[in-house]
């Protein structure tokens, strides 16, 4: 019974975590990874985009102004931004993010390394990693998510703006700092609407794609044994 509790239970974790940290890692990699904001100031024509605000500003000068940001919440430096002038209210709302994104790398750090002692154990054979008709939880926990995000991006494709409201109400509870306006705050002109839907995108579809590796391998091998198993019983019966 206890080893059936543990089997159940370590099982479900291996699961979890794993789909913690593919979720994770995606936020964590836009964070850390600048080149992911420098490589569409281009893109999304952010330059000419500040001069119809009155902002000549060069590529330099966009991106030494995200450096500034991004050190002040990641790094602990005086908080800045660059070329930038600011108001008390959307410093606060940046302020506001750093404990999500603290939380966001502690739960990848922490949900990778359980996934992966989980991992040698289970090649120790400490625990068994239970099955449901051939799959295991790495296979099915990440579906649950998948299910999830499905919804999100269909709320989100039907209404953005009323979908990114209620991300905000959800993670900045009665809070209205994160309603930013261009004569106070212009550097939400460098955050335009399209870049947070391709934040978006990257982390989905970063998140199927490796939620869908081990469905894919158990897929497989629960075809060969299935062929396998058909292959005997033709043999028996002949």
């Known amino acids: ?19 913690l940290m593919i979720l994770t890692f995606p936020i964590c990699f836009i964070l850390f990874n600048r080149w992911f904001f420098y490589s569409q100031i281009n893109y999304l024509h952010t330059l000419s985009y500040l001069e119809n605000f009155g902002f000549n500003f060069s590529y330099l000068d966009v991106k030494n102004s995200y450096d500034a940001l991004m050190d002040s919440l990641l790094f602990n430096f005086p908080f800045s931004e660059g070329k930038f002038f600011y108001s008390e209210s959307g410093m606060n709302h940046f302020l506001d993010c750093i404990p999500l994104f603290l939380l966001c790398i502690i739960v990848f750090v922490v949900s990778f390394l359980l996934f992966f002692v989980l991992l040698i154990i289970n090649k120790k054979k400490v625990f068994t990693n239970l099955k449901v008709k051939g799959y295991s939880a790495i296979s099915i926990a990440p579906l649950v998510l998948t299910f999830l995000f499905i919804v999100i991006a269909i709320f989100a494709a039907i209404d953005f703006e009323n979908a990114f409201t209620v991300f905000h109400s959800i993670f900045f509870p009665g809070k209205e700092n994160w309603i930013f306006y261009v004569e106070d ?22 998140f199927i ?7 894919i391998f158990e897929s497989i091998n629960i075809y060969k044994e299935k062929k396998k198993s058909k292959y005997l019983l033709n043999n028996i019966n002949s």
Request: with cysteine; hydrophobic share 60%.
């Open 1 to 19: 019974m206890k080893r059936k509790v543990l089997d159940v239970s370590l099982s479900s974790l291996f699961g979890i975590s794993y789909s």
């Open 209 to 215: 794609i490796f939620a869908l590796i081990p469905l």
């Open 185 to 206: 705050d212009p550097i939400i002109l460098i955050f335009p609407e399209a870049f947070f839907i391709n934040c978006a995108l990257f982390i989905v579809i970063f």
